[in-house]
């Protein structure tokens, strides 16, 4: 059993139909990619998934579980999401933003969730930034700390939204090389990215989105070097760099 299937899913704000009838299955341990161009329909369906927006039509089942507005929070302990915005409290230090969430939704003790704290800074590469606040940390290191933070609550699920988007283009790399280590790791990951060294490498499948549909599927190789569409090549050909597209068919 996939440990995330989306069915017929349907979203629209006034009469805006920004998601039509979008399914797709995760499995565990799975990095899908999502692309596509901005109002096609990527964040919304994120936000779906974690119940940040409800549908409008179909399901969502999570670990054979419907997501529902009912037990939201539980949900969200086991599905972490994080944004361009990073979202970190500013007012409040670096471990505390990593230990609040652990000790006070799901009980953990200080100590250790001190010691998760510590180990996960190691993993982004921060260990040294425990006691500094946010606002005196580059956009790079904040979004590393955003990444640790959603791992604090031990998810089974992270879903990343343009983490990379709102970065110096200095910045975007030492990000992406978190992203990897978690890829190689086995954690599932959704990821709305434009990272499309990211995507190709490391993503086990790759999703593309127009018009809030998903209109094609498939491995990376087969998305970036045969796209189906004309809407994915011509996609492809404005985000790729020149020279870097292969000889595609339609």
């Known amino acids: 059993m996939p440990i995330l299937e989306l069915s017929g899913v349907s ?4 009469a805006h139909q920004v998601l039509s009838e979008v399914s797709l299955a995760v499995e565990a341990g799975e990095v899908v990619a999502i692309l596509g161009r901005s109002g096609s329909g990527k964040s919304t369906m994120l936000r779906c998934i974690n119940g940040l927006e409800i549908p ?3 399901t969502i089942t999570f670990d054979g579980r419907k997501v529902e507005p009912r037990g939201l929070e539980a949900l969200r302990c086991e599905i ?5 915005a990073f979202n970190l409290f500013p007012h409040l230090s670096v471990e505390r933003n990593l230990t609040l969430g652990p000790t006070a939704t799901k009980g953990v003790a200080p100590a250790e969730a001190r010691d998760t704290a510590v180990r996960l800074l190691r993993l982004v590469g921060l260990e040294d930034k425990i ?3 946010p606002p005196h940390l580059s956009g790079g290191q904040q979004q590393r700390i955003a990444i640790a933070r959603a791992l604090a609550m031990e998810p ?9 988007a709102s970065l110096d283009p200095e910045l975007v790399g030492e990000v992406v090389q978190v992203l990897e280590r978690l890829a190689r790791d086995g954690m599932t990951m959704m990821l709305v990215t434009h990272e499309m060294g990211f995507a190709r490498r490391s993503a086990d499948t790759v999703v593309f989105m127009h018009q809030g549909r998903i209109w094609e599927r498939g491995s990376s190789d087969r998305l970036f070097d045969a796209p189906q569409t004309a809407e994915l090549a011509s996609f492809l050909e404005a985000v790729l760099p020149v020279g870097r597209m292969t000889q595609i068919s339609i």
């Open 11 to 14: 979203k629209r704000f006034g």
């Open 80 to 84: 972490a999401i994080v944004f361009q």
């Open 56 to 58: 409008d039509a179909g």
């Open 156 to 164: 089974r699920l992270v879903l990343f939204d343009e983490i990379t």
């Open 131 to 133: 006691d500094a606040y």
